[in-house]
C-alpha cells in the first residue's frame, strides 16, 4: 500500500467519529423539526456539560489500563460536600470549593494507592469507592433532596451567559482544552500512554507505573468533583443520587470516542464529541415525545450502532469472514 | 488395576511394537525448510532424548507429533495406526500422546482433582451434578499407585513447580496417555526436584509408556536416556543407543565440523582499557551466587549458559530491575546502587529477552516507542517538545535503517528484525556507555541479525561497552570479546584469551569442563 493511500486512511479514521456525529444530527433533525434549533443546541451543550467535564479526567483511568466506575458518586458526594461547607458552615464560596476539590484528590488517592499498592483491581475498587461514597452523601445529606438557596455568586456560575453561553460551557471546554495538553504534550500524557500499552516495557524504560495510575485516579476524581460542583449549580439541587448512573454515560462517551478500555490509546477531543453524542441521543428523544419508558431501549441500540460504525467494520468484511474466505487487503 | 497395566506393558514389549514411527517427515514454514527428511522413532517402554542446538527442528517435530501443526510430507505411525497429514491436536491426545509443556497448563484455584478431571468429572448417576466424593477418591487413588506426594484437595496455588509437574504427568496418565513428551522439564527445578523427577520418568518406563525427554543439560541426557535422537539444522543426524551415549559426543553432532567459515572471529582478546562496571561478590536468593567480573570499555562481554542458569537474572539485577541480596556494584569508579532511571540517567541501555512482552509498545508508534526511554531529551519542563521527539525517531530510524522509515506506523506492524532495530535504537540515540543485551536477535531473520552484530560492534569501536547474553552459540562466540559462563546461578568458566568452539561453551554450560568428559 501506497503511503498517499495510507495517510488518506489516516485521515478518515480521525474524522471517522466527527461524520457519525454529523450523521446522528441529520436524522434527528429529520425527524424533528425543532432539533436544529440554535435553542436547543446551546441546551443541549449545556446538558452535555457535566459529562464532558467528568471525561477529562475520567479518561486517564482506561488509557492506563483501568477504570473508574466511582466518578458519578464522587459528583453527587462534591455538591452535597460544597453546599454543606457554604450553606451550614458558611465558609466563603472559594475555600469552600477548594476543600471539595481537595476532598475528590484524597478519594482519587485512595482508589490509585489501593489499586496498585494492595494489587486490588480498580474494577472492584471503584466499585466499592462508588458504594461507600454514596453511602457518605446519604449521611451527610440525611437522605433528602436539599435545595441550595446560596450563596448568590455560587449560583449565578450556573444562570450567567457570557455571549450567549452559560458558564460551565467555558469551563467545559477550558478543561478539555487542559486534558488535551496534558495527554498530548506532556510526560505525564505518555507516561499513561507507555503503561497502558505495555506496563513492562513502560517499566523497562523508567516509567513508574504505579505513580502514573495514582495520579490518573486523582484526575479521575478530581474531574468528577468539579463535574459535581457545576452540577449542583446548574440545578440549584444536591442529593445523593443525583449523579448516580453518570458513570456509564461517562464510560459510553470516552468509548464512543475512541478511548480503548485495555489501554494504551484514548482522545480527549474524541470523548468531547462521545459526550455531545450522548447528549444529543437523549434530547431527540425528549424532542420526539419518545415516552421515557422507551428511552433505555433506543439510547443503548444507538450507542451501540455508533460504536460498531466507529470500529470501522464494513459488511462485506464480515460477510467475507463468516464465509471463510481470505481478505483480499489482509 | 497395576497387574492389567503390567499385563499391557508386557504385552507391549512382546509385540516389541513400535510406539511411534515417524518417516521422512519434511517441514517448511513459507520458505525455509525446518525438517528435511526427518526419520524418528520411539519404542514402548523407552526414554528418548531429543537433542540439538536452538533452531535445529527440535520444536516443529514435537509440534507435527502432537498435531499442533501439520507436515508437508512424510509418514507417521503411531501405535499401528497410520496419521495422516491432516493431524490435529486434539486427535493426538484421543491416540495418547501427552505434552508437558515449560509453561504449566494447570488452572489455578482449583484442586488436583478437578484440574485432573477436567472436562472428564465423574457423574452423580444420570444427574448433571460432579460427583466430587468419587472424584476425589479416583483422584487420590491415582496418586497413591505412583506414591506422588500429594492430595487430591490440594489448590494448586499451594504447590511447588516441581509438584504441579507431577498434577500435569498424573493429568497425562489419567487420559491413558502412551506417550509423554517432556520439554525442558527441569529448567524451573531444583535439584532435589529434578532427582524426582527423573525417579518418576523411570517408573513410567516401567509402566511401558515412552517418554519423549528433551534437554540442554547433556548429564540429565546421559542419565536417563535408552536412546537418543540428534537433530542440526533440520537433519536427523544420529541416533544413539544406550552405550553409545556419551555427553561430549552428543555435543560433537549438534554442532557438527563444519563451522570454521566465521573461525577467526572466534579468539578472545583482552581489554586493558578502563573499567566501566566493576561487578563484585553480588548474589540474589535463589537466582544467582557470588558474581564478580569486570567490564571495560568498549568491550563486548558474553554471558552464557543454558536458560535458567541465572543470566537474565544478573543483568536484570544490574539494570535495576530485581534487587540484589548482597555485594557491590562500581560504575564509572563510583559505587552504583542500581535502579532502573537512575540507569538510564547514566548511560545504561537495555534491550529485554522477550520483544512482544517486554521491548514493545506494539500498538504505539515508533515515535512513541523511541520517545518514551528518552523524555529526559525531549522534555521542556513538563512537556514534551514533538519537534524534538520527531527528530530522534528520524535519527533511529536512520542509524538502523529501520524500515518502514515511516514514524508514525505502529510497531506491532514492523517485522521482527525491525521491532528489534527500534528498541535498540531507542538507546543508540542517547548518550550510552553500557548496552545490556538479552537474546538479541531470538526470531530475526539472518539480514537483520548481521546488521545487529554489526551495530554492536559500531558501538564497541566507538567505546560502549556491552553485556550480551544469549543462547545462540555461534551469536556468543562470534561477537563477544570474552566469555563468562553461568551455571547454577554461578560463572563456572571464563573464556578470555585463546579460540574457543561452540563445543567448549557447551560443555562448560553443562558442567563437563575440559577433559572432564563423563
Same mark, same amino acid.
Given at each position: 500500500?501506497?503511503?498517499?493511500?495510507?495517510?488518506?486512511?489516516?485521515?478518515?479514521?480521525?474524522?471517522?467519529?466527527?461524520?457519525?456525529?454529523?450523521?446522528?444530527?441529520?436524522?434527528?433533525?429529520?425527524?424533528?423539526?425543532?432539533?436544529?434549533?440554535?435553542?436547543?443546541?446551546?441546551?443541549?451543550?449545556?446538558?452535555?456539560?457535566?459529562?464532558?467535564?467528568?471525561?477529562?479526567?475520567?479518561?486517564?483511568?482506561?488509557?492506563?489500563?483501568?477504570?473508574?466506575?466511582?466518578?458519578?458518586?464522587?459528583?453527587?458526594?462534591?455538591?452535597?460536600?460544597?453546599?454543606?461547607?457554604?450553606?451550614?458552615?458558611?465558609?466563603?464560596?472559594?475555600?469552600?470549593?477548594?476543600?471539595?476539590?481537595?476532598?475528590?484528590?484524597?478519594?482519587?488517592?485512595?482508589?490509585?494507592?489501593?489499586?496498585?499498592?494492595?494489587?486490588?483491581?480498580?474494577?472492584?475498587?471503584?466499585?466499592?469507592?462508588?458504594?461507600?461514597?454514596?453511602?457518605?452523601?446519604?449521611?451527610?445529606?440525611?437522605?433528602?433532596?436539599?435545595?441550595?438557596?446560596?450563596?448568590?455568586?455560587?449560583?449565578?456560575?450556573?444562570?450567567?451567559?457570557?455571549?450567549?453561553?452559560?458558564? #460551565?460551557?467555558?469551563?467545559?471546554?477550558?478543561?478539555?482544552?487542559?486534558?488535551?495538553?496534558?495527554?498530548?504534550?506532556?510526560?505525564?500524557?505518555?507516561?499513561?500512554?507507555?503503561?497502558?500499552?505495555?506496563?513492562?516495557?513502560?517499566?523497562?524504560?523508567?516509567?513508574?507505573?504505579?505513580?502514573?495510575?495514582?495520579?490518573?485516579?486523582?484526575?479521575?476524581?478530581?474531574?468528577?468533583?468539579?463535574?459535581?460542583?457545576?452540577?449542583?449549580?446548574?440545578?440549584?439541587?444536591?442529593?445523593?443520587?443525583?449523579?448516580?448512573?453518570?458513570?456509564?454515560?461517562?464510560?459510553?462517551?470516552?468509548?464512543?470516542?475512541?478511548?480503548?478500555?485495555?489501554?494504551?490509546?484514548?482522545?480527549?477531543?474524541?470523548?468531547?464529541?462521545?459526550?455531545?453524542?450522548?447528549?444529543?441521543?437523549?434530547?431527540?428523544?425528549?424532542?420526539?415525545?419518545?415516552?421515557?419508558?422507551?428511552? #433505555?431501549?433506543?439510547?443503548?441500540?444507538?450507542?451501540?450502532?455508533?460504536?460498531?460504525?466507529?470500529?470501522?467494520?464494513?459488511?462485506?468484511?464480515?460477510?467475507?469472514?463468516?464465509?471463510?474466505?481470505?481478505?483480499?487487503?489482509? | 488395576?497395576?497387574?492389567?497395566?503390567?499385563?499391557?506393558?508386557?504385552?507391549?514389549?512382546?509385540?516389541?511394537?513400535?510406539?511411534? !514411527?515417524?518417516?521422512?517427515?519434511?517441514?517448511?514454514?513459507?520458505?525455509?525448510?525446518?525438517?528435511?527428511?526427518?526419520?524418528?522413532?520411539?519404542?514402548?517402554?523407552?526414554?528418548?532424548?531429543?537433542?540439538?542446538?536452538?533452531?535445529?527442528?527440535?520444536?516443529?517435530?514435537?509440534?507435527?507429533?502432537?498435531?499442533?501443526?501439520?507436515?508437508?510430507?512424510?509418514?507417521?505411525?503411531?501405535?499401528?495406526?497410520?496419521?495422516?497429514?491432516?493431524?490435529?491436536?486434539? +486427535?493426538?491426545?484421543?491416540?495418547? &500422546?501427552?505434552?508437558?509443556?515449560?509453561?504449566?497448563?494447570? &488452572?489455578?484455584?482449583?484442586?488436583?482433582?478437578?484440574?485432573?478431571?477436567?472436562?472428564?468429572?465423574?457423574?452423580?448417576? +444420570?444427574?448433571?451434578?460432579?460427583?466430587?466424593?468419587?472424584?476425589?477418591?479416583?483422584?487420590?487413588?491415582?496418586?497413591?499407585?505412583?506414591? $506422588?506426594?500429594?492430595?487430591?484437595?490440594?489448590?494448586?496455588?499451594?504447590?511447588?513447580?516441581?509438584?504441579?509437574?507431577?498434577?500435569?504427568?498424573?493429568?497425562?496418565?489419567?487420559?491413558?496417555?502412551?506417550?509423554?513428551?517432556?520439554?525442558?522439564?527441569?529448567?524451573?527445578?531444583?535439584?532435589?526436584?529434578?532427582?524426582?523427577?527423573?525417579?518418576? &520418568?523411570?517408573?513410567?518406563?516401567?509402566?511401558?509408556?515412552?517418554?519423549?525427554?528433551?534437554?540442554?543439560?547433556? !548429564?540429565?541426557?546421559? =542419565?536417563?536416556?535408552?536412546?537418543?535422537?540428534?537433530?542440526?539444522?533440520?537433519?536427523?543426524?544420529?541416533?544413539?543407543?544406550?552405550?553409545?551415549?556419551?555427553?561430549?559426543?552428543?555435543?560433537?553432532?549438534?554442532?557438527?565440523?563444519?563451522?570454521?567459515?566465521?573461525?577467526?572471529?572466534?579468539?578472545?582478546?583482552?581489554?586493558?582499557?578502563?573499567?566501566?562496571?566493576?561487578?563484585?561478590?553480588?548474589?540474589?536468593?535463589?537466582?544467582?551466587?557470588?558474581?564478580? $567480573?569486570?567490564?571495560?570499555?568498549?568491550?563486548?562481554?558474553? &554471558?552464557?549458559?543454558?536458560?535458567?542458569?541465572?543470566?537474565?537474572?544478573?543483568?536484570?539485577?544490574?539494570?535495576?530491575?530485581?534487587?540484589?541480596?548482597?555485594?557491590?556494584?562500581?560504575?564509572?569508579?563510583?559505587?552504583?546502587?542500581?535502579?532502573?532511571?537512575?540507569?538510564?540517567?547514566?548511560?545504561?541501555?537495555?534491550?529485554?529477552?522477550?520483544?512482544?512482552?517486554?521491548?514493545?509498545?506494539? +500498538?504505539?508508534?515508533?515515535?512513541?516507542?523511541?520517545?518514551?526511554?528518552?523524555?529526559?531529551?525531549?522534555?521542556?519542563?513538563?512537556?514534551?517538545?514533538?519537534?524534538?521527539?520527531?527528530?530522534?525517531?528520524?535519527? +533511529?530510524?536512520?542509524?538502523?535503517?529501520?524500515?518502514?522509515?515511516?514514524?508514525?506506523?505502529?510497531?506491532?506492524?514492523?517485522?521482527?528484525?525491525?521491532?528489534?532495530?527500534?528498541?535498540?535504537?531507542?538507546?543508540?540515540?542517547? =548518550?550510552?556507555?553500557?548496552?545490556?543485551?538479552?537474546?538479541?536477535?531470538?526470531?530475526?531473520?539472518?539480514?537483520?541479525?548481521?546488521?545487529?552484530?554489526?551495530?554492536?560492534?559500531?558501538?564497541?569501536?566507538?567505546?560502549?561497552?556491552?553485556?550480551?547474553?544469549?543462547?545462540?552459540?555461534?551469536?556468543?562466540?562470534?561477537?563477544?570479546?570474552?566469555?563468562?559462563?553461568?551455571?547454577?546461578?554461578?560463572?563456572?568458566?571464563?573464556?578470555?584469551?585463546?579460540?574457543?568452539?561452540?563445543?567448549?561453551?557447551?560443555?562448560?554450560?553443562?558442567?563437563?569442563?575440559?577433559?572432564?568428559?563423563?
Amino acid at each position: 500500500m501506497s503511503l498517499d493511500k495510507n495517510k488518506t486512511k489516516r485521515l478518515l479514521e480521525n474524522f471517522r467519529l466527527f461524520f457519525i456525529l454529523l450523521l446522528l444530527m441529520a436524522v434527528l433533525s429529520l425527524m424533528s423539526p425543532s432539533f436544529l434549533t440554535l435553542a436547543n443546541l446551546s441546551n443541549v451543550l449545556w446538558s452535555v456539560c457535566i459529562i464532558g467535564i467528568m471525561t477529562t479526567g475520567f479518561l486517564y483511568t482506561p488509557i492506563t489500563g483501568g477504570i473508574d466506575l466511582s466518578v458519578g458518586s464522587m459528583a453527587s458526594l462534591s455538591a452535597i460536600i460544597a453546599n454543606a461547607l457554604m450553606n451550614n458552615a458558611h465558609i466563603p464560596m472559594v475555600p469552600a470549593l477548594f476543600i471539595t476539590l481537595g476532598f475528590g484528590i484524597l478519594v482519587g488517592l485512595v482508589n490509585g494507592v489501593v489499586t496498585t499498592k494492595f494489587r486490588v483491581p480498580p474494577f472492584i475498587v471503584t466499585m466499592a469507592a462508588k458504594t461507600y461514597l454514596f453511602g457518605i452523601a446519604m449521611l451527610v445529606s440525611n437522605g433528602d433532596t436539599i435545595t441550595i438557596m446560596g450563596p448568590e455568586s455560587f449560583l449565578k456560575i450556573g444562570v450567567v451567559k457570557v455571549f450567549g453561553l452559560p458558564i #460551565p460551557v467555558y469551563i467545559m471546554i477550558m478543561m478539555v482544552l487542559m486534558s488535551h495538553v496534558l495527554l498530548k504534550k506532556t510526560l505525564f500524557g505518555r507516561r499513561s500512554i507507555a503503561v497502558g500499552a505495555n506496563e513492562v516495557s513502560a517499566k523497562l524504560s523508567g516509567v513508574n507505573p504505579d505513580n502514573t495510575r495514582i495520579v490518573a485516579y486523582i484526575l479521575s476524581s478530581g474531574a468528577a468533583t468539579i463535574a459535581g460542583i457545576v452540577m449542583a449549580s446548574l440545578t440549584q439541587q444536591a442529593y445523593a443520587p443525583n449523579a448516580s448512573g453518570y458513570e456509564f454515560d461517562v464510560i459510553t462517551a470516552v468509548v464512543i470516542g475512541g478511548t480503548s478500555l485495555l489501554g494504551g490509546s484514548g482522545s480527549v477531543v474524541g470523548a468531547l464529541i462521545g459526550a455531545v453524542m450522548v447528549g444529543f441521543i437523549n434530547n431527540g428523544l425528549n424532542l420526539m415525545n419518545m415516552p421515557a419508558s422507551y428511552h #433505555p431501549l433506543v439510547t443503548g441500540a444507538v450507542i451501540l450502532v455508533a460504536l460498531i460504525l466507529n470500529q470501522g467494520v464494513s459488511l462485506p468484511a464480515i460477510v467475507r469472514k463468516q464465509m471463510g474466505r481470505p481478505d483480499p487487503n489482509a | 488395576m497395576s497387574v492389567e497395566l503390567m499385563q499391557s506393558a508386557v504385552e507391549g514389549t512382546v509385540a516389541s511394537g513400535r510406539l511411534l !514411527e515417524c518417516r521422512n517427515i519434511t517441514k517448511s514454514y513459507n520458505g525455509p525448510i525446518v525438517l528435511d527428511n526427518v526419520d524418528f522413532s520411539m519404542k514402548r517402554g523407552e526414554i528418548h532424548s531429543l537433542v540439538g542446538e536452538n533452531g535445529a527442528g527440535k520444536s516443529t517435530l514435537i509440534k507435527i507429533v502432537t498435531g499442533v501443526t501439520n507436515r508437508n510430507s512424510g509418514d507417521m505411525i503411531f501405535e499401528g495406526k497410520a496419521i495422516g497429514i491432516e493431524h490435529s491436536k486434539v +486427535a493426538s491426545q484421543e491416540l495418547g &500422546i501427552a505434552v508437558i509443556y515449560q509453561e504449566l497448563s494447570l &488452572i489455578h484455584g482449583m484442586t488436583v482433582a478437578q484440574n485432573l478431571f477436567l472436562t472428564k468429572e465423574p457423574r452423580m448417576s +444420570a444427574l448433571p451434578f460432579i460427583d466430587i466424593r468419587k472424584m476425589n477418591s479416583l483422584a487420590q487413588e491415582l496418586i497413591e499407585r505412583y506414591g $506422588f506426594r500429594l492430595r487430591a484437595t490440594d489448590i494448586i496455588d499451594d504447590l511447588s513447580i516441581g509438584q504441579r509437574q507431577t498434577v500435569e504427568i498424573l493429568k497425562a496418565l489419567n487420559s491413558k496417555a502412551s506417550l509423554i513428551i517432556m520439554d525442558e522439564p527441569t529448567s524451573s527445578l531444583t535439584s532435589t526436584e529434578s532427582a524426582q523427577l527423573f525417579s518418576i &520418568i523411570r517408573r513410567l518406563k516401567d509402566e511401558g509408556i515412552g517418554v519423549l525427554y528433551i534437554s540442554h543439560r547433556m !548429564e540429565e541426557v546421559y =542419565d536417563l536416556s535408552d536412546r537418543v535422537t540428534v537433530l542440526r539444522d533440520g537433519h536427523k543426524v544420529a541416533v544413539l543407543e544406550k552405550e553409545q551415549i556419551h555427553p561430549a559426543e552428543i555435543i560433537r553432532l549438534m554442532i557438527g565440523r563444519n563451522l570454521d567459515e566465521r573461525d577467526t572471529l572466534h579468539e578472545m582478546r583482552r581489554n586493558d582499557r578502563e573499567v566501566v562496571l566493576d561487578v563484585r561478590n553480588i548474589s540474589a536468593e535463589d537466582k544467582f551466587t557470588d558474581i564478580s $567480573f569486570q567490564l571495560h570499555a568498549g568491550e563486548i562481554l558474553g &554471558i552464557g549458559g543454558l536458560v535458567g542458569s541465572g543470566r537474565t537474572e544478573v543483568v536484570r539485577a544490574l539494570y535495576g530491575i530485581d534487587p540484589l541480596n548482597s555485594g557491590s556494584v562500581v560504575y564509572l569508579g563510583k559505587p552504583w546502587k542500581p535502579h532502573v532511571s537512575g540507569s538510564i540517567r547514566s548511560g545504561f541501555g537495555f534491550v529485554p529477552e522477550e520483544r512482544r512482552l517486554q521491548g514493545i509498545m506494539g +500498538a504505539i508508534s515508533i515515535t512513541g516507542n523511541i520517545g518514551i526511554t528518552n523524555l529526559d531529551v525531549v522534555r521542556k519542563y513538563g512537556f514534551v517538545s514533538d519537534k524534538k521527539e520527531l527528530e530522534l525517531a528520524r535519527k +533511529a530510524i536512520g542509524l538502523l535503517n529501520i524500515k518502514p522509515d515511516d514514524p508514525v506506523v505502529p510497531v506491532g506492524n514492523l517485522s521482527g528484525g525491525n521491532q528489534q532495530k527500534v528498541v535498540v535504537g531507542k538507546w543508540l540515540i542517547r =548518550d550510552l556507555k553500557l548496552l545490556i543485551v538479552d537474546e538479541p536477535t531470538v526470531g530475526i531473520d539472518i539480514g537483520a541479525k548481521e546488521e545487529m552484530y554489526q551495530t554492536f560492534e559500531r558501538l564497541s569501536a566507538a567505546g560502549v561497552s556491552i553485556l550480551l547474553v544469549s543462547s545462540d552459540l555461534p551469536e556468543l562466540i562470534g561477537i563477544s570479546h570474552r566469555i563468562l559462563v553461568l551455571r547454577k546461578g554461578r560463572i563456572i568458566k571464563e573464556f578470555a584469551e585463546g579460540k574457543v568452539t561452540e563445543e567448549d561453551v557447551l560443555r562448560a554450560s553443562s558442567g563437563l569442563i575440559e577433559g572432564d568428559g563423563k
